[in-house]
Nanobody, 124 residues
Framework: QVQLVESGGGLVQAGGSLRLSCAASGRTFSSYAMGWFRQAPGKEREFVAAITAAGGSTYYADSAKGRFTVSRDNVKNTGFLQMNGLKPEDTAIYFC?????????????????WGQGTQVTVSS
């Protein structure tokens, strides 16, 4: 079992930045790929970014490319999502998730564990 706790969300003006953290406990975090997803009111959960277990590969949704950076520190059992150039359309609850797999990291249904989410609100 892996427990995930997100933090770092908040209210920011358009153009601003936030850094989300995902603290993991339980089984070996370094064995799991980590993904970030978001869900806005009335919309389905969507993929944002993912990073493989050892951190060698990263993947981004088109909406995140060039603005967001996913990373991880396997010593501290923590993942990160650095978000720059935030836009009002980035407003959502952001979730981190862990998957014991190598591919399909943009598919929410393939993740094994989820955090409770952290709210990100971007004002115009």
């Amino acid at each position: 079992q892996v427990q995930l706790v997100e933090s770092g969300g908040g209210l920011v003006q358009a153009g601003g930045s936030l850094r989300l953290s995902c603290a993991a406990s339980g089984r070996t975090f370094s064995s799991y790929a980590m993904g970030w997803f978001r869900q806005a009111p009335g919309k389905e959960r969507e993929f944002v970014a993912a990073i493989t277990a050892a951190g060698g590969s990263t993947y981004y949704a088109d909406s995140a490319k060039g603005r967001f950076t996913v990373s991880r520190d396997n010593v501290k059992n923590t993942g990160f999502l650095q978000m720059n150039g935030l836009k009002p359309e980035d407003t959502a609850i952001y979730f981190c998730a862990a998957a014991l797999r190598l591919n399909g990291l943009d598919r929410a249904g393939l993740y094994d564990y989820w955090g409770q989410g952290t709210q990100v609100t971007v004002s115009s």
